[in-house]
């Protein structure tokens, strides 16, 4: 069965960091391309950022140049390190793992990690 379950989420200040882990289980991890999403009260799920099989990353313009998005295949794990962190960070933060599209139709998502940002 395949499973996604992030941590690392907590209470930080203004301008401090975090790292977030998803561990994933149930799947060839290393071939599959994976994401961090986040969602905040009142709005939309949104993409924070995407790293392929390959290691090729691409990030959200509002976390260009503070996060960073990387993974060890060795241990099926997926990280989001969060530096200069905005009370705007404030949200929800998802794993998400997209398989090729040869192999399924759809993702799986990781069950969330609450990453708050307040003085």
């Known amino acids: 069965q395949v499973q996604l379950v992030e941590s690392g989420g907590g209470l930080v200040q203004p301008g401090g960091s975090l790292s977030l882990s998803c561990a994933a289980s149930g799947i060839i991890f290393k071939i599959m391309a994976m994401g961090w999403y986040r969602q905040a009260p009142g709005k939309e799920r949104e993409l924070v950022a995407t790293i392929t099989s390959g290691g090729s990353t691409n990030y959200a313009d509002s976390v260009k140049g503070r996060f960073t998005i990387s993974r060890d295949n060795a241990k099926n794990t997926m990280y989001l390190q969060m530096n200069s962190l905005k009370p705007e960070d404030s949200a929800v933060y998802y794993c998400?793992?997209?398989?090729?599209?040869?192999?399924?139709?759809?993702?799986?998502w990781g069950q969330g990690t609450q990453v708050t940002v307040s003085s």
């Open positions: 998400n793992a997209d398989p090729p599209t040869n192999l399924a139709p759809y993702d799986y």
